[in-house]
């Protein structure tokens, strides 16, 4: 029962800001390291940040110094604030969070349906 939404997308031109969020819900018990992804037609999803339950974060060399990865804990939330955006950021951006239904659950990984970025002039 657990569902992570992302949102935030859109069409940018580059040099550009845009900010997404993950929004996770459900019967959720507890919520470890949240992640962001991202996709390129034809290419393999890749890490770009994630960030603990106690918000440090680690960056892909790719987007270091221009995107910022944190989290509300109490939302159940987390953002990706993207600058400087250029046309090789344009994918399908994903969620993934690690969440515990209950106590005694050693916890599995779940994924948000994805928002696309467009960085284009």
């Known amino acids: 029962q657990v569902q992570l939404v992302e949102s935030g997308g859109g069409l940018v031109q580059p040099g550009g800001s845009l900010r997404l969020s993950c929004a996770a819900s459900?019967?959720?018990?507890?919520?470890?390291?949240m992640a962001w992804y991202r996709q390129a037609p034809g290419k393999q999803r890749d890490l770009v940040a994630t960030s603990t339950s106690f918000g440090r974060t680690i960056y892909a060399d790719s987007v270091k110094g221009r995107f910022t990865c944190s989290r509300d804990n109490a939302k159940n939330t987390m953002y990706l604030q993207m600058n400087s955006l250029k046309p090789e950021d344009t994918a399908v951006y994903y969620c993934?969070?690690?969440?515990?239904?209950?106590?005694?659950?050693?916890?599995?990984?779940?994924w948000g349906q994805g928002t696309q970025v467009t960085v284009s002039s």
């Open positions: 459900g019967s959720i018990f507890s919520i470890g390291a």
């Open positions: 993934n969070a690690f969440v515990r239904l209950r106590v005694d659950d050693f916890g599995d990984n779940y």
